[in-house]
């Protein structure tokens, strides 16, 4: 198998695209979904990976034309496959570092070893005993000293109360202040004898873990020292020719060192190859095989962006001279003139929002609801209350001057607001009803992102019912209502597509699951006290028609 690989299936029809799709908000063009087709077919019939794919690893497809104007794609795995960067129909990795006798593989044996020397010092009866030791003589000093605290603490007591009787001799009065000056002193002195005695613990300690902290200082500097010799061996292209390693573009675009593992993706193996190879990219596309990592939600087979944490900058750079689509939040510009208001009086609007406009201003520029409302009341002083991700349609709370604002985000801090979402599933859970409490943290590596984190995330609760059953596409899916009971980012999107949740995720759903022409969840229903007249406002809006494919 070369490493550019003439497509076996009819492509004559297919019409390759007049532009390179966006990395990171795509849909697969088909003549990816061609190419992944038939790798798939080929890492099904190498059972040498299926254990390691079945786990979970992420691949990636790269459509380019040559220098005869024949089309034909790339094939690139992230990290290592076989516990290795090289296998046989793959492109290569942009440097090698695991080569056994190249320079990073001998360095890293060299902090092993460090690591060994530590953990054997660390091991010895020596540094068990003066780590013992010194434990001891902290506690027991501890407790002589509070022991004699509290001596000294009762005979005060019963001195305060011989004074408070009267009638006490000179003589007896004389003897309590000798009684108080010498319990005082002896306290002292015996605090001096067990500072003395910890300091020689501490000594003696400190004598044998200096080693392990030489030790570990020269570790964290080789280390160190190796991370940037390694990133500075990756030489990135980008289509002008130009050339930036991974420590100049880091630098350039955010200011810091490389995460580990950037440049080890397959987007950037495959562009570099075809750079090198004076390939024309053409279209690319990423999918994952296997099981789901631990928290995230990647689905076998599905189609992703490239991760935003070690990727984005590497592909900015890399993507310069080539005609590249814009992204969706790009392309939305004017596309909104006018946005339903179904609800508004003197403190409040509610509309609806469409599928594809932000919600508040964004940092890449797109149409905002909140920008619309300031146009079309013609006043700055209207903000959006909560927030729907930009392809969720449906309900959207928006307060007229900040005092209504305050009023309404107390509201929602008290969960006093009900708020429901239709949404359409890919198939039809096990489950017609229930409640689903999975706790919600930030992916980084992946913005915008969300991973299921029982440590550090924040806790997330939906309920949900199934309210009906339809064929979608050929396939048979689910209507589902939706309660979230917290508001967290992507809260309903992970708790469809999570394993630990539905299993399902929602029609379109490009992050967790498949991309379709829209994402199928529409906030639908809201209800709450209105915080000035205190009326019940209860608010249902319909999804729309481009839903009825069914």
Known sequence: MELIHRFTSDIGIIEPPGRFNNPFHYHPHPLC???????????????????????????????????????GYLVAFSGLLGGSNVQEGFVPAVFDFQNPDGYFKREEAEISSINHRIAAVCDSDEYKDTIRNLGICRRKAEADLEQMREDNRVAKIVRDKMRSEGNMTPEETAALVRDSQHRKADLKRRTKMWNEKIAEAETLFNSVNSAVESLKEERKRRSATLQEWLFSQFVMLNARGESRTLLQIFAERRGCVPPAGAGECAAPKLLQYAYKNSLQPICMAE????????????????????????????????????DVEKSSLEDAGEQFTDIPILYEDDWLVVV????????????????????????????????????????????????????????MQSLFARRLVQKYYTALLSAVPNSSEGEISLPLSPDYMHRPRQMVDAEQGKEAVTIYRIVSTCEYNGREC???????????????????????GLDTPIVGDELYGSPDKRLMLHASKIAFEHPFTHKKIVLDSAPPISWKKF
């Not at 520029?365 to 002083?381: I, N, T, Y």
Request: glycine share 12%; hydrophobic share 45%.
């Open 33 to 71: 979904q061609i190419a992944v087709d038939e790798v798939k077919a080929y890492i099904s019939e190498h059972k040498e990976f299926a254990v390691e794919v079945a786990e979970g690893k992420m691949f990636g497809v790269l459509v380019v034309r040559d220098a005869n104007g024949y089309l």
């Open 352 to 407: 609806d929002k469409p599928s594809g406009m932000l919600s508040v201003p964004g940092k890449v520029g797109g149409r905002s609801v909140q920008e619309w409302l300031a146009r079309h009341f013609g006043r700055e002083d209207i903000f959006v209350v909560h927030r729907l991700d930009m392809s969720t349609s449906g309900l959207l709370v928006a307060a007229k001057g900040a005092e209504v604002l305050k009023a």
């Open 478 to 500: 689910a209507v589902a209502l939706l309660q979230p009971l917290t508001g967290r980012t992507h809260q309903l999107r992970v708790h469809c597509a999570h394993t630990a």
């Open 287 to 322: 999918f994952w095989l296997g099981a789901s990592p631990v928290g995230e939600v990647r689905r076998d087979g599905c189609f992703y962006g490239s991760c935003k944490g070690k990727c984005e900058p590497i592909l900015a750079f890399m993507l310069q001279g080539l």
